[in-house]
């Protein structure tokens, strides 16, 4: 049963870069056709994604963010990474790893984030 | 940007209720389409997808309907372990949008 993990710093000061990690366990990140995302929800509030990447490096970002945010990819390590600089109390949130399932699968149609990481809380104060 | 509007935004129920919640685009995205369950402190979990799929080992009082712009969830009688907030997502168009969120609780 894959799972998701993530891990980083709980706080990170304004201006700086906020850098996450999501490890996956009980499979292989490379295995089947999926997307590995980025969502973050702030506190009370409702869901935001930020991005996705492919194992093979292809990447989509939400334009809102798209100057301020990489995510990148290390199959070996079965993880995946967001960086998210200039960071500001508007990035304050809970962050998600999530896995989505390919839009398509031959003449079935599938999608959705099957499988998510239980969040990690990332405050931005000084 | 596809804007999704979603209604109620809190809905007071009894278990046992049948309810309905309502995501409407501002434009059509065919059925790519997925809604969410997520109770506080968790993360969200897939309850259905393409517009109408189930998820495997989601039950069956759970049913979701509608194509191009307007699209419904639907409980058909309301358990305790339903109150929760549901949220849809588009995922036709980047970047992918959820909606605001229906806050289900007891009445």
């Known amino acids: 049963q894959v799972q998701l993990q993530e891990s980083g710093p709980g706080l990170v000061k304004p201006s700086q870069t906020l850098s996450l990690t999501c490890t996956v366990s009980g499979g292989s990140i490379s295995s089947g056709s999926y997307s590995w995302s980025w969502i973050r929800q702030p506190a009370g509030k409702g869901l935001e994604w930020i991005g996705r990447?492919?194992?093979?490096?292809?990447?989509n970002y939400n334009p809102s963010l798209k100057s301020r945010v990489t995510i990148s990819v290390e199959t070996s390590k079965n993880q995946f990474s967001l960086k998210l600089s200039a960071v500001s109390a508007a990035d304050t949130a809970v962050y998600y790893c999530?896995?989505?399932?390919?839009?398509?699968?031959?003449?079935?149609?599938?999608?959705?984030?099957?499988?998510w990481g239980q969040g990690t809380m990332v405050t931005v104060s000084s | 940007v596809i804007w999704m509007t979603q209604s109620p935004s809190l809905l007071s129920a009894s278990t046992g209720d049948r309810v309905t919640i309502s995501c409407r685009m501002s434009?059509?995205?065919?059925?790519?389409l997925a809604w969410y369950q997520q109770k506080p402190g968790k993360a969200p979990e897939l309850l259905i997808y393409?517009?109408?799929t189930l998820q495997s080992g989601v039950p069956s009082r759970f049913s979701g309907n509608g194509s191009g712009t307007d699209f419904t969830l639907t409980i058909s009688c309301l358990q305790s372990e339903d109150f929760a907030t549901y949220y849809c997502q588009q995922y036709y168009s980047f970047p992918w949008t959820f909606g605001q969120g229906t806050k289900v609780e007891i009445k």
């Open positions: 393409a517009a109408s």
């Open positions: 990447i492919y194992t093979s490096g292809s990447t």
């Open positions: 999530a896995r989505e399932r390919p839009t398509r699968d031959g003449n079935n149609y599938l999608g959705g984030f099957d499988i």
């Open positions: 434009q059509g995205i065919s059925s790519y």
